[in-house]
């Protein structure tokens, strides 16, 4: 049984993963029964053996339908809880069923330490993957887990992320002109401002001052949109400076990667990270932040990380990237999918095979 924020049908980093994770458990065989908060998966072809209830909205609802799912499509041998938010939930019927409970983390969420209950909840799971290795040192400083239950499963680049040549076409329909090209692709959350959208608009006015073509393109949306349009105006000192260009379908993403120059997001909280290795896989080099997960996916061989803080030191960054060209895509084969699917499935062969948590049993 899981229980997930994001299921099959709709979309964002967190969704993708859960998508990739049963995708890969299904191929080796696992049956699996989700009920999402958000995700209609209503005329999707899911995997063999995996079925996906409709979407529940409110805490209370999705409580009650959790329960009672439970008992109905029971019984379960693991109980998947997608998010630490939903710890306790994931717990109590894991107790109820008397089955394993794993539980994912994806990063932000364990940066600080949970409520009393939620951290009792994570003591008691069977299993906590994580997407990264800060991930994982964040969650040991506040919870009493033994390491070895928790397990980093980073994100998966899907195959989809491969170099190609820029789109001229696409270069044309946003008017980019000559360039070079900066990109950022994330959700334009105000719960997300820790992704440094504003660090790389301070620093467009010394770049362009060798760099007059360089333009910043945007892609995303969210609640934050407006403020950042604004920010973008006030401090790039030139409209023309920064490009938003609104919520891009993950099928057009790597054409838009390939028409790029150079990935720049240096964020201070990522779990992990994944856009920096779609844009490494399609040949970019990629700037990220120090702090949060970003170490696991930026490395020498895809870039460089700095401090967000320090608008000189991403300018020269950028500069000396941008005079590298091309990076290598070879140096993210680790977290292609096919890597993904055999540790998770190793994982849940390992789930089963141990004895049920003695904390959590007594």
Not at 17 to 31: C, H, P, T, V
Not at 89 to 103: D, K, Q, S, V
Request: aromatic share 8%.
């Amino acid at each position: 049984m899981a229980l997930l924020t994001d299921g099959y049908g709709t979309r964002g980093g967190i969704a993708r993963y859960n998508q990739d994770l049963f995708d890969s458990l299904a191929e080796g065989g696992a049956r699996a029964f989700i009920l999402p908060r958000l995700g209609d998966a209503t005329g999707l072809a899911l995997p063999p053996g995996v079925e996906q209830a409709r979407p529940t909205l409110g805490r209370v609802h999705y409580f009650v339908r959790s329960i009672l799912t439970a008992w109905r499509h029971g019984p379960f041998d693991v109980v998947f809880c997608g998010h630490v938010y939903m710890a306790v939930l994931g717990w109590t019927i894991a107790r109820l069923l008397g089955a394993r409970l794993w539980l994912q983390a994806h990063g932000a969420e364990v940066f600080e330490a949970p409520d009393r209950w939620t951290r009792r909840a994570v003591e008691a799971a069977d299993l906590v993957t994580v997407v990264s290795r800060a991930t994982r040192r964040a969650l040991l400083e506040w919870a009493d887990v033994a390491p070895e239950r928790v397990r980093v499963l980073p994100d998966t680049v899907r195959d989809m992320f491969v170099p190609g040549p820029p789109s001229e076409a696409l270069r044309t329909r946003l008017d980019l002109g000559p360039g070079p090209i900066l990109l950022t692709v994330g959700r334009l959350a105000a719960s997300e401002r820790y992704k440094g959208h504003e660090q790389v608009f301070a620093a467009l006015p010394a770049l362009r001052g060798e760099f007059p073509g360089l333009v910043h393109v945007v892609a995303g949306d969210g609640d934050d949109r407006a403020r950042l349009e604004a920010r973008a105006a006030e401090i790039a000192g030139d409209r023309a400076a920064v490009r938003f260009i609104g919520f891009v379908p993950e099928e057009d993403l790597p054409d838009l990667y390939r028409t790029a120059d150079l990935y720049v997001m240096p964020s201070s909280k990522e779990g992990f990270g994944i856009v920096y290795l779609e844009a490494a896989a399609c040949g970019l080099r990629v700037v990220g932040g120090r702090g949060g997960g970003s170490a696991d996916a930026v490395g020498g061989q895809t870039g460089m990380l700095v401090d967000p803080d320090d608008s000189a030191a991403l300018a020269q960054a950028i500069k000396r990237l941008l005079g590298e060209g091309r990076g290598d895509p070879r140096t993210i084969e680790p977290y292609r999918r096919k890597h993904f699917a055999v540790a998770a499935r190793r994982l849940l062969a390992r789930l089963m095979a141990a004895p049920r948590h003695a904390k959590d049993a007594a």
